[in-house]
């Protein structure tokens, strides 16, 4: 072999070399940035779940406003045995909730019932807006509103 030969294959051979270093060290790399995002992805799916209990701001457009709490369990169930909730994306979800209407007197004289869309900004908030309806005993329509709900974890 002359010496320009010998030249060209070792740079050659160093290069090729060179080039299997720069692909032996970036495939780590890509796995643990594959692995790292597939654990951002599943912390997020955890970081943004409603399972716990909430305090939270509610407003209507009968108009009324007050406090209420809210839990939500991981069966998809809430506080109660009539509502329910379900995940619809990442930071999404909405829940559905039915419960006894009274008149002045206490006596149950209907239902009201509900549906909310809700948006987690961060694990421990939430906003939701819905429309709810309150239903005589013989299944009427009496009246629908708008509810808005601002929520904040408690645990």
Not at 38 to 58: F, L, M, N
Not at 71 to 97: E, K, V
């Amino acid at each position: 072999m002359s010496p320009a030969t010998s030249t060209v294959a070792h740079r050659t051979r160093r290069r090729a070399l060179r080039a299997l270093a720069v692909t032996v060290l970036a495939v780590p790399s890509l796995v643990a940035v594959g692995g790292a995002a597939e654990a951002d992805t599943a912390r997020a799916a955890k970081y943004c779940s409603p399972v716990g209990t909430w305090t939270a701001q509610v407003t209507t457009s009968i108009p009324s406003a007050g406090t209420t709490s809210f839990t939500f369990r991981a069966d998809g169930t809430m506080g109660n045995d009539t509502d329910t909730w379900y995940r619809t994306g990442r930071t999404t979800f909405s829940y559905d909730i039915w419960h006894p209407h009274r008149d002045a007197s206490g006596n149950v004289d209907g239902s009201v019932e509900g549906h909310q869309d809700a948006v987690m900004s961060d694990a421990n908030h939430w906003t939701s807006h819905g429309v709810s309806q309150v239903i005589d005993l013989q299944g009427n329509v009496v009246s629908s509103f708008t509810v808005d709900v601002v929520a904040t974890r408690t645990s």
